[in-house]
């Protein structure tokens, strides 16, 4: 089990940029395939990004190609999200979430950090 703990969030203009950090405390964090998802107001969670494992493979939801990279540090626990280029639409609550298939999946979400981009 991980529990992981977002932090980084926070309110910047349109073009600047943000990192967000998601240390999941627990055991076997490299064994857990790393996530982020963001919900804006009144709308539903929407995938951002994700990463394997050992950090072979990132996924990026088209929104944001070219501007968002995940990456993750397995000896700190860490999963980063760097934000560039950021757009106000790119405002939302962002979640980390970490997962793991061993027979049955095991999925578990962090509290939200928020960012906020101003026009």
């Known amino acids: 089990q991980v529990q992981p703990v977002e932090s980084g969030g926070g309110s910047v203009q349109a073009g600047g940029s943000l990192k967000l950090s998601c240390v999941a405390s627990g055991r076997a964090f490299n064994k857990y395939g790393m996530g982020w998802f963001r919900q804006a107001r009144g709308k539903e969670y929407k995938f951002v990004a994700a990463i394997s494992g050992n950090g072979a493979y990132t996924f990026y939801d088209d929104s944001v190609k070219g501007r968002f990279t995940i990456s993750r540090d397995n000896a700190k626990n860490t999963v980063y999200l760097q934000m560039n280029s950021l757009k106000p639409e790119d405002t939302a609550v962002y979640y980390c979430?970490?997962?793991?298939?061993?027979?049955?999946?095991?999925?578990?979400w962090g509290q939200g950090t928020q960012v906020t981009v101003s026009s």
């Open positions: 979430n970490a997962q793991r298939y061993t027979g049955s999946w095991y999925d578990y």
